[in-house]
């Protein structure tokens, strides 16, 4: 399951928060612990540099890209591998929608984009796209190149 | 927490230009969203209000019942708009709003309009979004749909419909089995991600079909799986049946190894790694198989994506536990890891390492740490403590540096459960490690002289109250005590005034100081402290002169409380203040959890400090208290060993029963611990009837009933056997629960008066050689061998046979021996043709025994073994001989 998807800037402001079977009450947790997690390790990381953790059974890969911190939080069969795939998929999709490495406000203009796009990657704790050139498609409402 | 966690709309006024979301706030975005409602519809306007409300979602925001069935609602009125941006918007908000049951009706008639829509993308969406939102009713209406849409031509709509499977499996299982031949159909995709999602739904209907899972096994394996992604599900699937299957008996293969060595292989690094961990999992693994998997992963340790060093080191340290020795070609690339930026990547690396390391790299590994431990976080330190401490246990020479290295980080900042942990290393390496005693007890007194927590204080002192009066000079530790009544607060003063009494009370020559320092306390500012130096200067004989203490006070200061204290709190509670006194002997013996006390301190690692004198010793303690306690053995002598429990039952019986065998020079007690697990029944007059006819030195002396065994409430009754002096007699004892049954009616729990004699058949219960061996380790080995002289050595050779591998011979000699390995002796080296163990025991009697077993294995895996025993006692030494020659 994937646990989570989160977006911050680089004050450790939320931008986006995903959770899924995670309980209400442990979500603040894991935001401060998320936020903290970037706010120690990601100062001078290259954009799209992984960064991996894990917090007891839990994997979590993070990364930065332009103004915006993108962690991603699996356990069970979504180990820090899939991880790594999925969290190449939003950041593929996030500068497709944005046309290059994005600042905190070109982030939040195309916000209702990104918000497809992840609605095409994860569903509901579940791996669903990873194509980069199918969710440009599917976002739109596009079918796919390949048939 | 290092940034507050403030919405954007809190955000300061110099990035007032700043976000498109400024001052956003929910009311406001409601009203917005009645644009919805507009005749005209703007499609460009309704998308942003949508992003508005998706981005109050997103942060956490939630919305009232009413305010949700409002927006909902209104965003049923956008199908309207052919705009297919806000079409695409409005199947998501659909999806985050998660309409009621009620509400769901007013969105199906539009979503199966479009899921039978000749638009791919409009079926697609559809779909998503109707199984999201649909309950079991509904769902039985569009099940045909969906079937179509699983095979669709349409990559997407199918995905779109095996992932709605994979959801709606777990609300309506029995409507999603129905589906498997279409599914079947999905797996033979051409396209990657539908046989992806195929895959994982198709074993997931089946997977409690063994063979079906077997028969998809089989056919993936040989044809082709297009994505990486389904490529791994497969080895999962791959090593499931693998388990369940066992090795070939015929050929010695395992069945599908070849594949999952193929997929080492493979382009994708997913795959080879999930290749390499499944190997690595394998139930009993040989180095063969294991080798190529190592290889990968060793390269992986190198690469320069974090991501991926990552997850080598993590299966190569999970693979250092099992097979320590097959991880050591890595560790030059595991060193280079130490210095990782990734600290999770470091701490893994340094665990690895602790575990694969030998002796002799012990010294630089240390040296590498120390510049480690100061940049990384509390949770990673604990790791890394932890592992230090099996280090030490593993190399006891090596206890200098470690212990220094352990004193040193001591010294440094760091929480409470840090502190701890490194405390409960160094305590049970001096419990463990004779020759570290005085350094470690030392470095705990350094320790304390400025620890911020009350806990580690007290329960340090208590530490030093055992151990220091043995040390060779225990003066040293006085000044460090009496610091304590000194400079800190009334809990550790207290604690500090019980250990006072208890060098006093040891140490016959530093009697009159500590009656000094005692007489001090006595004007404490706190009663507890001043209370505990009155009682102590009463029972030691407050006239301070040098004599020897009596036997009682010292049971009193040393031994532990012979009674339960959950009896004694009990029966506290019931005493009612009057002119009779509280009679602490009219407390129950008893001890009545005693068999799940066991069971959890046995499935628990080592505790330090956590539990003062208890810890390895207590038990044995408990159980001579417990024997002594019972009149019918006090002329048995000194107990020599008890076993751990042997369970007589199988778990979730009508009775569990299990046994612990304490063994005496001339007698063997068999504690039965029973437990009736039936709330409709009370046992009475419990006893085992034991066929003792496979044992012909024993012969039965007596047995102690239990007079009365509620439900769970757990009890013992005891039947000892007589056996010639100081011999390890050996034999099979078969065992019949007899009791008295009575029924208890459960609402008013009183059991009937009569009742019916009815018997329950146990397991057989063994005596064997080893349990006349105490495991106990020297520290050094080759010293202890060399000063027990080659007076009594005895040498023979031994064929085993053909065995698995050189370490199946070697555990199964340490275990019919029943004696500590030594020097990590116990871990044999892959591909080791030869292996030399060493091993300490005290033989019944306390004779000290000393074992070296040189093993040669051969090419039909005969293992031949030469056994050289050093004992202070000749017989002994034959008799170890004589269990090997039987065994």
């Known amino acids: 399951m994937i646990l989570a998807v989160l977006f911050a800037n680089s004050e450790g402001n939320i931008l986006v928060e995903r959770f899924n079977g995670v309980p209400a009450e442990e979500r603040l947790h894991w935001r401060s612990f998320l936020v903290k997690l970037g706010a120690d390790n990601l100062k001078g990381v290259k954009n799209e540099e992984l960064l991996v953790a894990s917090h007891k059974s839990v994997y979590i890969v993070y990364t930065v890209l332009g103004d915006v911190s993108i962690f991603v939080v699996g356990k069970d069969e979504y180990d820090e591998l899939a991880l790594a795939e999925v969290i190449f998929a939003i950041t593929s999709a996030v500068k497709d929608v944005c046309g290059k490495i994005p600042s905190e406000r070109l982030f939040l203009d195309k916000y209702g984009k990104i918000c497809l796009c992840l609605d095409e990657i994860v569903w509901k704790g579940l791996l669903e796209n990873t194509e980069r050139d199918r969710i440009r498609r599917l976002v739109r409402l596009k079918p796919p190149t390949e048939i | ?887």
Request: charged share 25%; proline share 4%.
């Open chain 2, 1 to 887: 927490m290092a940034q507050p966690l403030v919405k954007k709309d809190d955000d300061r006024d110099d990035e007032a230009e700043y976000s498109p979301f400024l001052g956003i706030e929910k009311g406001a975005v409601l009203q917005e969203a009645r644009v919805f409602n507009d005749p005209q519809l703007d499609a460009r306007r309704c998308s942003q209000v949508i992003t508005k409300l998706l981005y109050l979602l997103n942060q956490g925001e939630t919305f009232t019942k009413v305010e949700a069935t409002e927006v909902f609602f209104a965003v049923t009125k956008l199908f309207q708009s052919r705009d297919i941006g806000l079409r695409r918007m409005v199947y998501l908000m659909i999806k985050e709003l998660s309409p009621s049951a009620d509400e769901v009706i007013i969105v199906t008639s539009s979503l199966m309009k479009d899921m039978n829509s000749k638009t791919d993308m409009y079926r697609a969406n559809a779909i998503r979004v109707l199984c999201r939102i649909t309950d079991g009713t509904l769902l039985t209406q569009i099940e045909r749909y969906l079937k179509q849409a699983i095979v669709d031509k349409n990559p997407v709509v199918a995905s779109a419909a095996l992932v709605s499977g994979i959801h709606l499996l777990q609300t309506n299982p029995e409507i999603v089995k129905r589906w498997s031949n279409e599914v079947q159909e999905a797996v033979q995709s051409r396209a990657a991600l539908v046989q992806f999602h195929a895959l994982g739904l198709l074993h997931q209907i089946r997977q409690n079909d063994r063979l079906a899972v077997s028969k998809l096994v089989t056919s993936l394996t040989r044809g082709t799986v297009r994505s990486p992604l389904a490529q791994c599900l497969l080895i999962r699937y791959t090593t499931q049946v693998i388990r369940e299957s066992g090795i070939n008996t015929q050929t010695g293969d395992r069945p599908f190894y070849d594949f999952l060595e193929s997929c080492l292989r493979h382009k994708a690094e997913m795959v080879i790694f999930e290749a390499a961990r499944a190997i690595t999992e394998l139930n009993g693994v040989t180095s063969r198989e294991l080798t190529p998997a190592i290889t990968v992963l060793q390269l992986f340790l190198s690469s320069s994506k974090p991501v991926l060093r990552f997850a080598a080191v993590r299966t190569l340290n999970k693979v250092a536990m099992t097979h320590p020795m097959a991880v050591t070609n890595c560790n030059i690339d595991m060193e280079s890891l130490i210095s990782d930026q990734n600290r999770s990547i470091a701490t893994l690396a340094i665990t690895t390492l602790l575990k694969t390391g030998n002796e002799s790299s012990v010294d630089r590994l240390m040296k590498q740490i120390t510049n480690f431990m100061s940049d990384i976080a509390d949770e990673f330190k604990i790791v890394v403590v932890e592992a230090i401490r099996s280090l030490c246990l593993k190399f006891p020479l090596k206890y200098r540096s470690l212990m220094n290295f352990l004193s040193n980080i001591l010294r440094e900042e760091g929480g409470f459960e840090y502190k701890k942990a490194i405390v409960d290393s160094i305590v049970i390496l001096i419990r463990d490690i004779p020759d570290a005693k005085e350094s470690g007890l030392l470095h705990l007194c350094e320790f304390i002289e400025d620890c911020e927590f009350t806990y580690l204080s007290t329960q340090i002192l208590h530490f030093l109250g055992i151990e220091g009066p043995k040390t060779a000079d225990p003066s040293k530790y006085i000044r460090y005590i009496y610091n304590r009544v000194h400079l800190e607060n009334a809990t550790v003063r207290a604690a500090a005034v019980s250990t006072l009494a208890k060098f006093g009370a040891m140490v016959d020559s530093l009697k009159p100081r500590i009656f000094v320092l005692l007489r001090r306390c006595v004007y404490d500012s706190d009663d507890e402290v001043r209370d505990r130096a009155t009682l102590y200067l009463n029972t030691l004989g407050g006239d301070g002169a040098v004599v020897e203490t009596d036997k009682d006070v010292k049971e009193f200061l040393f031994g532990s409380l012979d009674i339960p204290l959950g009896n004694l709190e009990t029966s506290l509670k019931h005493y009612e203040p009057s002119e009779e006194r509280f009679d602490i002997n009219s407390v129950p013996k008893e001890v009545k959890s005693q068999p799940l006390a066991e069971k959890k301190a046995s499935g628990k690692k080592p505790s330090g400090l956590g539990a003062p004198p208890s810890g390895p010793v207590s038990t044995v303690d408990a159980y001579e208290k417990l024997l002594s306690s019972i009149s019918e053995f006090s002329d048995f002598g000194k107990l020599f060993k008890s076993s751990a429990p042997v369970e007589l039952t199988e778990a979730e019986t009508e009775y569990a029963v299990n046994a612990v065998k304490h063994i005496f020079d001339r007698h063997v007690v068999f504690q039965y611990n029973c437990t009736n697990t039936i709330p409709e029944q009370l046992l009475e007059n419990v006893t085992v009837i034991v066929d003792a006819s496979e044992a012909e030195e024993f012969s039965e002396a007596l047995t102690k009933p239990l007079r009365s065994l509620p439900y769970d409430s757990p009890g013992q009754t005891f039947v000892a056997f007589e056996k010639p002096d100081g011999v390890p007699a050996v034999g099979k004892f078969s065992n019949m629960l007899r009791f008295i049954v009575k029924e208890v009616d459960t609402s008013t729990g009183e059991a009937e008066d009569d009742g019916v004699e009815d018997e329950y058949q146990l397991e057989d219960l063994d005596v064997v050689a080893a349990d006349y061996m105490m495991k106990v380790g020297v520290s050094n080995f080759r010293n202890a061998w060399e000063s027990i002289g080659e007076d009594f050595e005895r040498v023979d050779e031994y064929g085993l046979g053909p065995r698995e591998s050189l370490t199946e011979a070697v555990s199964a000699v340490i275990s019919l021996l029943g004696m500590q390995p030594c020097e990590g002796t116990e871990v044999v080296p892959n591909n080791s043709r030869s292996h030399t163990c060493l091993l300490s025991g005290l033989f019944i009697g306390n004779v000290k025994v000393l074992v070296r077993l040189q093993f040669g294995i051969d090419g039909p895996k005969e293992v031949a073994m030469k056994l050289i025993v050093r004992s202070e006692d000749e017989s002994v030494s034959d008799m170890i001989h004589e269990i090997v020659a039987s065994g």
